[in-house]
T-cell receptor, first 109, second 115 residues
Framework: GQNIDQPTEMTATEGAIVQINCTYQ??????LFWYQQHAGEAPTFLSY??LDGLEEKGRFSSFLSRSKGYSYLLLKELQMKDSASYLC??????????WGAGTKLIIKP | IAGITQAPTSQILAAGRRMTLRCTQD?????MYWYRQDLGLGLRLIHY???????GKGEVPDGYSVSRANTDDFPLTLASAVPSQTSVYFC??????????????FGPGTRLTVL
């Protein structure tokens, strides 16, 4: 079966760095997406990785290792507005997105 | 530009009733999707449409139907609602569909409660 695993909840301090991990087992691989979802709102796109390595976009970076079935989202200089759920999703061989349950990130002052 | 709109925002429905959730996008995207989101589970695909006039089944299609008469609209119908269909429903769209890795953009969601 297809499976995406990510921690249920993480806590970090304002101004710090946090890494959210995602491991996956899917039928085929056509890229990995990270989305941010604030409570009661729609998911919004953060990043897309299809090749191994690190993609940096401002305070957010995303890493992919296809051989290990592993990705992480790195958030730097955390702000209170970063409190949200972070969703990992893999596009499978049918070009359909398989979603993890999300990681709820709590930022403390 | 509104992007994707969904209606209603929320709804309480008696079991056995018929309900249509509306979704409209103004980005001229070819592909549209319906997901449900339940606590502790990832988004699950209900139905999708790669282009106007075509639809396909996702992971959890039972009890739901869709139509895609034009590019902009993609309504989701529950023919006879059951309590297990209580969920938050998200509509999404992407520029392309099958065979492409385009980013999906989401509507604000409809919170549906079936009693």
């Amino acid at each position: 079966g297809q499976n995406i695993d990510q921690p249920t909840e993480m806590t970090a301090t304002e101004g710090a760095i946090v890494q959210i991990n995602c491991t996956y087992q899917t039928s085929g691989f056509n890229g990995l997406f990270w989305y941010q979802q604030h409570a009661g709102e729609a998911p919004t796109f953060l990043s897309y990785n299809v090749l191994d390595g690190l993609e940096e976009k401002g305070r957010f970076s995303s890493f992919l290792s296809r051989s290990k079935g592993y990705s992480y989202l790195l958030l730097k200089e955390l702000q209170m507005k970063d409190s949200a759920s972070y969703l990992c999703a893999v596009m499978d061989s049918n070009y359909q997105l398989i979603w993890g349950a999300g990681t709820k990130l709590i930022i403390k002052p | 530009i509104a992007g994707i709109t969904q209606a209603p925002t929320s709804q309480i429905l008696a079991a056995g009733r018929r309900m249509t959730l509306r979704c409209t996008q103004d980005m001229r995207h070819n592909a549209m999707y319906w997901y449900r989101q339940d606590l502790g589970l990832g988004l699950r695909l209900i139905h999708y449409s790669n282009t106007a006039g075509t639809t396909g089944k996702g992971e959890v299609p039972d009890g739901y139907s869709v139509s895609r008469a034009n590019t902009d609209d993609f309504p989701l119908t529950l023919a006879s609602a059951v309590p297990s269909q209580t969920s938050v429903y998200f509509c999404a769209s992407s520029d392309s569909g099958q065979g492409h890795t385009d980013t999906q953009y989401f509507g604000p969601g409809t919170r549906l409660t079936v009693l």
